[in-house]
């Protein structure tokens, strides 16, 4: 098969990015891990990707930060995404206001601007008081709200968030959830929040797209119409969490045989 990719800034008209019958294989006649996937994502839209462990969840985000080529289709955003991966990845011996400026350093951003905007940054994830703190003298919910501070210094319109919650518990994840939702009301930034976890997706996402697994398909999509602000054992996300988990479980059973 040949492969089309694009990462540009002509996505079309009206979108932040948007996938176009992407194929992904990573042997020569090897299986198939995604398999047509037809995705388009609004600028400043909240989209939630859910699936099965080993889905294919994860290798699609790496395909549209470019990290990965497809085998096949058509790959178009608006702009380089920045990706949060699931472990905060930051260098120990830096401080948090010298992980978020390693971001702008690599744009070429100027030492006086760079550190003001790490500052900047920080205090909008509510980390003022830390910018000096190294990474062992943060806790696991502060290490990822510095992840988050330094993707969104690599100035992309375009967030895409790999499980980055799923190592927390459930307090501090629910905190983050509201954190998150914040900055990205604030910010107007594009995000793609993959997770394996029903509750987060619908607490999360303005849309909810459940892929299914062996090869990789979108199977199905809700838009989440539940207002703001959302609670994750508030009664209507718990209701769509369990349908949405019904679906989920059938493309289980359906894979499984």
Known sequence: MTTHLTTTAEAPTGLALSLKNVTKTFTS?????????????LPGEFVTLLGASGCGKSTLLSLIAGLESPTDGEISTVAKPALMFQEPALLPWLTAEQNVELAMRFRGVGKAERKIRAQELLSLVHLDRAV????????GGMRQRVALARALAQDSSILLMDEPFAALDAVTRDILHEELIR?????????????HNVREAVRLGQRVVLMSSRPGRIAREWQIDVPEPRRIEDENVSRLAGEITAELRKE??????
Request: aromatic content about 4%.
């Open 132 to 139: 000096k703190q190294r990474p062992h003298e943060l806790s």
């Open 29 to 41: 006649g090897g299986p198939v891990v995604l398999d047509g996937i037809n995705l388009d994502v």
């Open 183 to 195: 900055v990205w009301q604030e910010t107007g930034v594009t995000v793609v929040f993959v997770t």
């Open 252 to 257: 289980i059973r359906r894979h499984a045989n």
